[in-house]
């Protein structure tokens, strides 16, 4: 099977605007992954499920990965020259430099007619709030039905081309996206808001608050 | 109308109602059908095998749409294995599919002996092979009886199936101390090394095995009822099978022939001899079939696994348990579960707990594809059709 660098070439060859480059795993596993930008995505995909060399025909597994924003403190040595006219001193300078922060999604894609795989595909979003819109895989392999609902549902990633964009873990009313790393869960779960509580409210305005109709009691006491 | 209030009124109750959710039949208008009727199946539907739902559209009998509701068991497992360690997470792993623990614990250290690059020693290894085997044959013995029940035959296959099953996990118990929640595996080996005396009770089961399953088929397999309500029903072409990535014993029942212990050969799987049945049509009878020729598959693996188990140390003596930091980067490892190919896929940061934990759950990849075999069939055949999917719950909803 071709290795990650392989298709990289041959995809831009094929798709001569495309962006796509080669994100290196570190740990010993070493499957790397091949990075697409989101306007030829789909292109891409439609290509590697047909291409004869490769028949990626299974979408194993779709998930999102939140990369929030951090900051990352860099050592530079920086020469300094002396005033004096001296030897340069070379002088270590801290910097700190903020990464901007992402939503990323996984395809591992795998060929079940020729039996071969994985090659793993990823998409960034451009920020995590506003531009957070990917192209749906969902036209290229059904499996991304559920599995790109579930990143929409746990992640907020919007998929351009679904045609069934729901919550499909958390209910349709729930507001956040719980696998995000800067969710915060509420303290009360079940709490929600009951008509009970605006309608003490108002009787609280319409009747003063000495009055027998607001404690409840009929005017008994 | 009070027009103070109604200024107060949340803008979604001033809409046009929605229609309510829950246990519900209502008619709904189709230009096309005429008069439909949609009904919510579930979620506390004896057939639904857990707290699933099913909103049906039918037109008579017949099904023209079907949308899976779940989630109702969803307690984010993912965020839980991010916030715990790599070795907290075993345990959980357990509650995904709770009738296949053994399989799932092994897929979850597979992916981290991955992540981290650890070896397994042999025992080890055949251990996990045993084990991996048991639980497949626990998981399609009840399958099938729970299929029957599906079917209307009340319970009677079903105990049946128990009464082999409780034998299986006596021997679960006896090893790891628990019967369902088996938190056996290690990264890097197995929890605890089975006696003698244990390997001879298993052989001994195993052994007798095939003459339950003779018995199971004589009684259920030519049965003509069975034979009308599943065969023809809920067909699912090759094509839409892998596009929609179902696998496992469904797959296989539609004519793929796609099995991870022969496509990976992960563990030691090359080394036993053992065939990967295929179906013709993909309907239910031949994914009630699969599961029957595969638990006869799985006695011969048994059986070679048993003869040729060696000697020797089940964990490595460089493994790691407490303290345990894997190197940043990420691993997919996957296996054959009983139900599907289950994987995890984690990413580390060099951290002691996962950055990203995920499990790609078989039963809820393989429910995609639940309304395209349920279309144009009764009602009655949903509940048959859900059944020969093997959905676990615990999995779907995570």
Not at chain 1, 122 to 133: A, P, S, Y
Not at chain 2, 155 to 174: G, H, Q, S
Request: hydrophobic share 40%; proline share 7%.
């Amino acid at each position: 099977m071709e290795t990650p660098e392989q298709i990289r070439d041959r995809l831009l060859a094929r798709f001569p605007g495309a962006q796509i480059s080669v994100v290196t795993n570190p740990g010993p596993a070493a499957e790397h992954a091949l990075l697409l930008d989101a306007a030829h995505a789909r292109e891409i995909a439609f290509f590697l499920r047909d291409d004869p060399a490769l028949r990626l025909d299974y979408c194993s597994n779709v998930t999102g990965i939140d990369w929030p924003e951090k900051e990352i403190a860099e050592t530079a040595k920086v020469s300094v020259p002396d005033p004096a006219g001296g030897p340069a001193k070379i002088v270590e300078q801290k910097t700190k430099r903020i990464q901007p922060g992402f939503l990323e999604v996984v395809y591992h894609l795998y060929s079940m007619a020729l039996k071969q795989g994985p090659v793993i595909l990823r998409l960034r979003t451009g920020n995590r709030t506003d531009q957070v819109t990917l192209p749906s895989f969902m036209p290229v392999w059904r499996s991304c039905d559920f599995q790109e609902r579930e990143v929409f549902d746990l992640f907020g990633i919007v998929f351009e081309g679904h045609p069934d964009l729901r919550r499909i873990l958390m209910w349709d009313e729930f507001k956040d996206h719980p696998m995000r790393k800067d969710y915060v869960a509420p303290d009360d779960f079940e709490w929600e808001p009951t008509p009970h509580s605006d309608v003490l409210a108002r009787a609280q305005t319409h009747y003063p608050a000495a009055s027998p109709a607001a404690t409840g009691d009929g005017g008994k006491s | 109308m009070n027009t103070s209030d109604s200024d107060t009124l949340d803008p979604r109750l001033a809409a046009p109602l929605a229609p309510l959710p829950g246990p519900t039949v209502r008619e709904v208008h189709d230009p096309f059908h005429g008069d439909l009727l949609e009904v919510s199946m579930g979620p506390q539907h004896p057939s639904t095998h857990g707290v699933f739902r099913m909103v049906v559209t039918l037109d008579g009998e017949t099904i023209v749409k079907l949308k899976p509701v779940f989630g109702y068991l969803h307690r984010n497992h993912e965020k839980l294995g991010e916030n715990t360690s790599y070795l907290g997470s075993m345990p959980y792993t357990d509650r995904l599919d709770y009738l296949c623990s053994m399989t799932n614990n092994w897929a979850y250290a597979l992916a981290v002996e991955k992540l981290a690059g650890q070896p397994v020693p042999e025992r080890a290894q055949y251990l996990r092979v045993i084990l991996a085997e048991l639980t497949r044959l626990v998981n399609h013995s009840c399958l099938v009886g729970f299929l029957f029940n599906d079917l209307g035959t009340s319970f009677t296959p079903l105990l049946y199936a128990f009464r082999e099953r409780e034998k299986i996990l006596d021997l679960f118990e006896a090893l790891s101390g628990s019967r369902m929640m088996c938190n056996y595996q290690r990264f890097g080996g197995c929890r605890v090394d089975p006696t003698p005396e244990w390997l001879e009770a298993a052989r001994r089961i195993v052994e007798g095995f095939p003459r339950f399953l003779d018995e199971f088929e004589e009684l259920l397999t030519g049965n003509e009822i069975m034979l009308a309500r599943t065969q023809g029903v809920g067909c699912l072409s090759a094509e839409l099978a892998t596009s929609a990535g179902i696998t496992g014993p469904m797959l296989r029942a539609s004519g793929v022939g796609y099995d991870i212990r022969k496509v990976d050969g992960y563990g030691i799987y090359p080394r036993f001899d053992f065939r990967v049945p295929l179906g013709e049509h993909g309907d239910t009878y031949d994914r009630y079939m699969m599961r029957v020729l595969e638990m006869r598959e799985s006695v011969k693996i048994l059986q070679q696994a048993f003869r040729d188990l060696p000697a020797g140390p089940i964990m490595d003596a460089k493994a790691k348990i407490r303290g345990f930091r894997p190197k940043a980067g990420e691993a997919y490892g996957r296996i054959e579960g009983p139900k599907g190919e289950i994987g995890f896929y984690l990413v580390s940061d060099g951290g002691p707990n996962p950055y990203r934990y995920r499990v790609r759950a078989p039963s809820f990849v393989n429910l995609t594809v639940l309304e395209d075999m349920c279309l144009g069939h009764t009602i009655a055949d949903s509940v048959v059709i859900l059944g020969s999917v093997d959905i676990v719950l615990g999995e779907v909803d995570r």
